[in-house]
């Protein structure tokens, strides 16, 4: 089976060991590549043979914001239909309105738990393609406090 590829890119050393670590426990077949701000995951992207599947962007970094990133993301033609969920520390409403505007499919909430983080990343990385709307719309109406589908 082929490995799927997901790039997160966020600032946090701690918040990318445990994605990672919670992300290899839920899926196997999954190869987590990160990035520690959005230029570097821009770069990640443009020097990658294979894209991947589906992006994680941190809103708040150095050099590059997440809205940064995602904006160069959805203009790209070779990029701009690889999803992308925002992730930040904060549920505000205008948050996900701007994610919602500049074109990710979904925003996350880190959730501090880490058994919560685990079991939505099961959901996401055993959703690929168009169901991956689906699973977060119904995410989302399961009353997750984590996850908003765009």
């Known amino acids: 089976m082929n ?17 990672c670590e919670a992300l290899e426990m839920v899926n196997e077949n999954v190869i987590c ?16 043979n294979e894209k ?13 914001n ?21 992730i930040s520390t904060s549920s505000h409403k205008n948050d996900m309105e701007t994610a919602s505007k500049l ?5 996350f909430v880190k959730p501090n738990d880490f058994n919560d983080l685990k079991s939505m990343l099961k959901i996401i990385t055993s959703n690929e393609g168009t169901d991956l709307s689906d699973a977060l719309h119904n995410l989302q109406n399961s009353g997750s406090k984590y996850i908003f589908h765009l």
């Open 3 to 19: 490995k799927k590829i997901i790039l997160l890119a966020d600032d946090d050393r701690d918040d990318i060991e445990m994605f």
């Open 33 to 48: 590549e990160c990035a520690e701000n959005g230029d570097q995951a821009w770069r990640m992207l443009n020097d990658n």
């Open 52 to 64: 991947p599947q589906l992006i994680f962007l941190d809103i708040n970094m150095p050099i590059m």
């Open 66 to 86: 997440g809205w940064e990133c995602l904006k160069l993301i959805k203009k790209d033609e070779n990029y701009q239909d690889i999803p992308v969920i925002m």
């Open 103 to 107: 074109g990710a499919l979904g925003y």
